[in-house]
């Protein structure tokens, strides 16, 4: 575990994995999808499909397979897995926040630290509201507001824009190593919520955000 100190003025929220496990239908959905396709989608092989967008996600799985499609093609399997991806999305109640998540963002807030969402997703909105915790959420920045995906900090620093902040006073939980290496390409902390196996360049790494608490010091957000 690597160890930082630095005076810490907002928090970015990755959502899928990190605030509520939406993770376990985007690989349900795509495995679904992959083999309609002839791809047999190995959970390895979906990390590397978490936090990027829809339709690189879609890109990395026909690559897996070979298989060349033309753009029209794609919109219809990016459709289609999305549907399906609805379809357990619509079932989702506040009982699915993940551990711990809910209790992190009203301690953060408590504490004056500004927080946003930084999402890949085009139904980041959609899942905050059927969570009920969009009101945590002093910004959100989701799929529809950028042009590049994690790894790329476009979501992050926009993030950061948003809440008029610089990049390097934010911390971004994130739980996919693309996320990670977004928010280090930010020039933000970041904590990293899984596997140090996947997710070692984050700063921290934690199993989960069970009794994550964020040391601070009463005058400074300090985060160690
Ligand atoms: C990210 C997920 O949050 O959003 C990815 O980690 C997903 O798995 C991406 O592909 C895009 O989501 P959506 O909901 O716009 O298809
Ligand atoms: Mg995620």
Not at 24 to 36: M, Q
Not at 157 to 182: I, M, R, Y
Request: charged residues 25%; proline residues 4%.
């Amino acid at each position: 575990m690597k160890v930082f100190n630095t005076e810490i003025q907002a928090a970015i929220f990755d959502l899928d994995g990190v605030i509520v496990d939406t993770a376990k239908y985007h690989y349900l959905a795509w495995k679904r999808l992959a083999k309609e396709v002839g791809i047999d989608l190995s959970e390895e092989e979906n990390e590397k499909l978490k936090g990027v967008s829809r339709m690189d996600s879609l890109d990395i799985i026909l690559a897996l397979g070979g298989v060349t499609l033309d753009t029209a093609s794609k919109v219809q399997l990016a459709d289609k897995k999305n549907a399906w991806f609805l379809e357990f999305v619509n079932q989702m109640t506040p009982a699915e926040i993940l551990s711990g998540a809910k209790e992190l963002l009203v301690d953060l807030r408590k504490q004056g630290i500004k927080i946003a969402l930084g999402s890949s997703s085009k139904n980041a909105p959609l899942v905050l509201r059927l969570l009920n915790i969009e009101k945590l959420f002093d910004v959100i920045v989701d799929g529809t507001m950028v042009k590049n995906s994690k790894p790329d900090p476009e979501i992050f620093l926009l993030g950061a824009k948003l809440l008029a902040l610089p990049p390097s006073t934010c911390v971004v939980f994130e739980d996919a190593e693309a996320g990670v290496e977004a928010a280090l390409a930010a020039g933000m902390k970041c904590v990293g919520i899984g596997s140090p196996a996947q997710l070692h360049k984050a700063h921290q790494v934690v199993p989960d955000l069970i009794n994550f608490s964020f040391p601070v010091d009463s005058t400074k957000h300090i985060l160690n």
